[in-house]
């Protein structure tokens, strides 16, 4: 944060989502959004990174030469169960979504563009249907799901002026070979959103930032969000 | 009754003292302006309570000397809340729930543990990448690291 590097630490909770402190200034941040929120900071905000939430097969297989968090022993019992997901879907809110007809805890994927947001249910994306064609604040974007069922990625579909279509190899269930195609070229493409043939060979798709959240904190602190429908 | 009045502020004191915890507690709705109060709290108290505290004290002292058993009645629990209290200011239970990450440690993706179906968060720096497990994520919450020189805090 301008030249000064913080320390965070957990330091409460806001409607179901954790307030940090830094060691260095004692300021009151909101993990959610980054924005520091009391104290001699208040108003900064802490810069995004890119960032991909996706099985660690799919990491691996990309990254083979990465590091991985390592556990601390003392705590392990204390991590969450394979199945924590589920689990934690069926926990009661405190604040409670004011429209739509999801449910307070459904797993949405967040995006802005343009100051316009929108939230995807995970349940729009499937083994048998992984690509979402969209527009969101006039920007063309796509949302793929990745080989692994469990990841998602979004990217702009603009590619040098031209809006690009894809769609996607329809996988009967998980582990199924994935593929991605742009429709008017019938060349393939990577989860990484680079065409791997053809003219275009080599060219990637902009990344486009996203937030894995429940509908109830997504629609809280982006309240004119719409709700994607098919 | 000066005792009297001097528990009353003492009681006064604790409660300003509990109110940031009474607010910030999980299960239950914060809302924005009561925020606002039990954050300016937390970040004023320290020279608030023991102003208070000593004021309280050095007054429930000066009263004891001439003071009856009845009133040393209301005294003594008057000097223990505002202790209390201040001590308090120091210790924010919500910092100390689930244990800090401290210095973090890596293994190499290929010798981790982890299922391959399991989810991670993934950073990728100037071609560096580190994984880091959600479900040890959704314990520590937050972790400070730095990659590839940049200091980065990854939180869930």
């Known amino acids: 944060m301008n030249g000064r590097e913080l320390h965070f630490h ?49 990491w691996k297989s990309a990254e083979p030469n990465g590091t991985v968090l390592a556990p601390l022993p003392l705590y392990a019992s204390k991590y969450e169960k394979a199945d924590w997901e589920s689990e934690y879907s069926k926990l009661p809110t405190v604040i409670h979504a004011a ?4 449910a307070d805890r459904e797993t949405i994927l967040g995006v802005v563009r343009n100051g316009a947001a929108q939230a ?12 979402l064609l969209d527009k969101l604040g006039g920007e063309p974007i796509m949302l793929v799901l990745g080989p692994d069922g469990k990841s998602v990625r979004v990217f702009s579909r603009n590619l040098g002026g031209n809006t690009l279509e894809f769609y996607g190899r329809s996988a009967a269930k998980v582990g199924d ?14 989860f990484d959103g680079c065409a791997l043939s053809g003219e275009l060979k080599g060219q990637c ?8 959240d429940y509908w109830f904190d997504w629609e809280h602190y982006h309240p004119n969000t719409a709700i994607f429908r098919h | 009754m000066p005792a009297l009045w001097l528990l009353l502020a003492s009681l006064a004191t604790l409660a300003l003292a509990a109110y940031p915890m009474y607010v910030i507690r999980p299960f239950r709705e914060q809302t924005p302006a009561a925020l606002d109060r039990a954050l300016w709290v937390l970040l ?6 023991l102003i208070l505290a000593l004021a309280i004290t050095t007054l429930a002292l000066m009263v004891w000397r001439r003071a009856g058993w009845v009133s040393r009645l209301f005294l003594a629990p008057s000097i223990a809340f505002v202790l209390l209290a201040s001590v308090s200011a120091w210790i924010n239970p919500y910092e100390h729930m689930f244990h800090p990450f401290g ?32 479900r040890e994520m959704g314990y520590h919450h937050v972790v400070n690291d730095r990659l590839h020189g940049l200091p980065i805090v990854v939180t869930y």
């Open chain 1, 120 to 131: 995807y249910p995970f349940s729009s994306l499937t083994v048998q249907s992984p690509v």
């Open chain 2, 103 to 134: 210095e973090p440690h890596y293994i190499a993706a290929q010798q981790a543990k982890l299922e391959a179906s399991d989810m991670v968060i993934a950073v990728t720096l100037g071609g560096e990448s580190r994984a880091y497990p959600i």
């Open chain 1, 10 to 58: 957990l330091a409460g909770i806001n409607n179901q989502n954790f307030l940090m402190r830094d060691e260095e200034t004692g300021t009151y941040w909101q993990q959610v959004t980054g924005a520091a929120i009391a104290g001699p900071l208040k108003g900064q905000h802490l810069t995004l990174l890119p960032q991909d939430e996706l099985t660690f097969g799919l």
């Open chain 2, 44 to 49: 004023h108290n320290k020279p608030i309570l």
């Open chain 1, 205 to 212: 798709l902009a990344r486009i930032d996203a937030l894995k």
């Open chain 1, 99 to 102: 429209k739509g007809t999801l």
């Open chain 1, 177 to 190: 070979p994935w593929a991605l195609f742009e429709s008017a070229s019938l060349t393939e493409w990577s």
